[in-house]
């Protein structure tokens, strides 16, 4: 038999939303008539806008024809869209990146995946407790994340989430190499200030650490306090990855498409103390063990980031931000303490009378035929909540509701 990766063979039973499906699953087959409702894994519910699927059928159109066909595309994306992103997303916010620190890929998921591979098998890193499961089981395939034991990792520096510190994670008391920070958040759907992120570059310039930020979920911010950017706070170019998608903001969970920072002022030390840039690491990374995002796809991506678009996805959004206000009005009438949904699409509940995490899931997938995300599948400190989202149509969330009202 062939050697086996000892870094798979120590991984826990399965990926979160692996074993959230196995259980709708079961709970379908043996209950073929039941409608099952998901406010569960976060894929959203609304078809691409106009927009989008206009600039899909030209693209397609063009790939039809031998003057405008297109094969292998730059590694690192088409400058249409990098120069789109910056007009969009960082120039109004007066943030200078140049295009070339942005790399286009197929997803934010496979970017924060992937990222790592770029530290040392010894670098430490520091996790938010509950925290996106990727960041974590990304980092232990990659053998850094030491012993498991109690559903912890020995080398891995847990933060702690909590209500009870407000969902803001301290600094750690250990230095770490790595530290991912995710806001708004995923799962607890809140966010972190100015001057709190301000403590983290600060810190991480401090210490000589690199900040890994999932701004996954900005578009739903609703508040001008709030910063969209990573490097809308001094310094950070100096310290921080920041990683997007267009999968909650345009609906590109199944197009895919994503967008990964990289500044230029970014480095790290080989283990000879050597001086290298991570940014040319990163595309060295890429252009190895990637192709790029399908040239249609950058195209109908582009179009996101133009007129007539943006009013199209604001009404788009204000779907799923009706939707998370409707999952929070609703928990809270009940007397349940209820978290996040005000700049972001989930919300995250305190679990009626301490049940657990997968208890609850349990109840309400028997009872209600409603799925929701276990807390504890995102962190010993999840244990005890659970998370909605608010991706499912304004009629199935409004029928999921009902039904938890109805079995509490
Ligand atoms: C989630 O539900 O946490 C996300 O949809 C998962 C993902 O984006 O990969």
Same mark, same amino acid.
């Given at each position: 038999?062939?050697?086996?990766?000892?870094?798979? @063979?120590?991984?826990?039973?399965?990926?979160?939303?692996?074993?959230?499906?196995?259980?709708?699953?079961?709970?379908?087959?043996?209950?073929? #008539?039941?409608?099952?409702?998901?406010?569960?894994?976060?894929?959203?519910?609304?078809?691409?806008?106009?927009?989008?699927?206009?600039?899909?059928?030209?693209?397609?159109?063009?790939?039809?024809? @031998?003057?405008?066909?297109? =094969?292998? =595309?730059?590694?690192? !994306?088409?400058?249409?869209?990098?120069?789109?992103?910056?007009?969009? $997303?960082?120039?109004?916010?007066?943030?200078?990146? /140049?295009?070339?620190?942005?790399?286009?890929?197929?997803?934010?998921?496979?970017?924060?995946?992937?990222?790592?591979?770029?530290?040392?098998?010894?670098?430490?890193?520091?996790?938010?407790?509950?925290?996106?499961?990727?960041?974590?089981?990304?980092?232990?395939?990659?053998?850094?994340?030491? #012993?498991?034991?109690?559903?912890?990792?020995?080398?891995?520096?847990?933060?702690?989430?909590?209500?009870?510190?407000?969902?803001?994670?301290?600094?750690? /008391?250990?230095?770490?190499?790595?530290?991912?920070? *995710? *806001?708004?958040?995923?799962?607890?759907?809140?966010?972190?200030?100015?001057?709190?992120?301000?403590?983290?570059?600060?810190?991480?310039?401090?210490?000589?650490?690199?900040?890994?930020?999932? @701004?996954?979920?900005?578009?739903?911010?609703?508040?001008?306090?709030?910063?969209?950017?990573?490097?809308?706070?001094?310094?950070? $170019?100096?310290?921080?990855?920041?990683?997007?998608?267009?999968? +909650?903001?345009?609906?590109?969970? !199944?197009?895919?498409?994503?967008?990964?920072?990289?500044?230029?002022?970014?480095?790290?030390?080989?283990?000879?103390?050597?001086?290298?840039?991570?940014?040319?690491?990163?595309?060295?990374?890429? *252009?190895? +063990?990637?192709?790029?995002?399908?040239?249609?796809?950058?195209?109908?991506?582009?179009?996101?980031?133009?007129?007539?678009?943006?009013?199209?996805?604001?009404?788009?959004?204000?779907?799923?931000?009706?939707? @998370?206000?409707?999952?929070?009005?609703? *928990?809270?009438?009940?007397?349940? #303490?209820?978290?996040?949904?005000?700049?972001?699409?989930?919300?995250?509940?305190?679990?009626?009378?301490?049940?657990?995490?997968?208890?609850?899931?349990?109840?309400?997938?028997?009872?209600?035929?409603?799925?929701?995300?276990?807390?504890? !599948?995102?962190?010993?400190?999840?244990?005890?909540?659970?998370?909605?989202?608010?991706?499912?149509?304004?009629?199935?969330?409004?029928?999921?509701?009902?039904?938890?009202?109805?079995?509490?």
């Amino acid at each position: 038999m062939p050697k086996m990766n000892d870094a798979y @063979a120590a991984l826990p039973g399965s990926y979160l939303f692996s074993e959230v499906a196995r259980r709708v699953k079961a709970h379908r087959e043996a209950h073929p #008539e039941a409608e099952v409702i998901s406010l569960g894994i976060g894929d959203v519910s609304q078809p691409l806008i106009p927009a989008v699927i206009e600039a899909l059928h030209q693209a397609v159109d063009e790939m039809g024809k @031998a003057g405008s066909f297109r =094969g292998y =595309g730059p590694e690192q !994306g088409y400058a249409f869209l990098r120069e789109a992103i910056l007009e969009h $997303d960082f120039k109004p916010r007066g943030v200078a990146l /140049e295009a070339d620190e942005i790399f286009i890929s197929d997803g934010a998921k496979s970017d924060v995946g992937n990222i790592q591979e770029l530290f040392g098998p010894d670098a430490v890193v520091a996790l938010t407790d509950p925290v996106y499961p990727v960041y974590e089981d990304s980092n232990a395939m990659a053998g850094r994340a030491g #012993e498991r034991k109690d559903g912890r990792w020995s080398r891995i520096v847990y933060l702690p989430c909590t209500a009870e510190n407000g969902f803001e994670p301290a600094l750690p /008391e250990r230095r770490p190499d790595m530290i991912y920070l *995710c *806001c708004p958040n995923n799962p607890t759907g809140t966010v972190l200030s100015r001057a709190a992120l301000t403590r983290w570059v600060d810190y991480a310039r401090e210490n000589d650490a690199v900040i890994l930020f999932d @701004a996954a979920y900005e578009s739903f911010i609703s508040s001008p306090e709030i910063v969209h950017s990573i490097y809308e706070i001094p310094g950070a $170019d100096e310290v921080a990855i920041e990683f997007r998608s267009l999968s +909650k903001t345009a609906g590109f969970t !199944g197009l895919r498409c994503a967008y990964t920072m990289v500044p230029h002022k970014l480095r790290a030390h080989a283990a000879d103390g050597t001086e290298l840039s991570l940014h040319d690491m990163w595309l060295r990374r890429q *252009c190895t +063990k990637y192709n790029g995002c399908p040239y249609i796809v950058q195209r109908a991506a582009e179009a996101v980031f133009r007129e007539p678009a943006q009013a199209q996805l604001e009404a788009q959004l204000g779907i799923y931000r009706a939707n @998370a206000r409707m999952i929070l009005d609703t *928990c809270t009438s009940l007397g349940l #303490e209820a978290f996040g949904g005000e700049h972001s699409p989930y919300v995250w509940l305190r679990t009626p009378q301490g049940m657990k995490s997968w208890d609850f899931f349990d109840l309400m997938l028997s009872r209600a035929s409603v799925v929701c995300t276990p807390g504890v !599948g995102f962190g010993a400190c999840g244990e005890g909540y659970a998370r909605f989202t608010a991706f499912a149509s304004p009629e199935q969330t409004l029928k999921a509701l009902e039904r938890f009202q109805s079995i509490l």
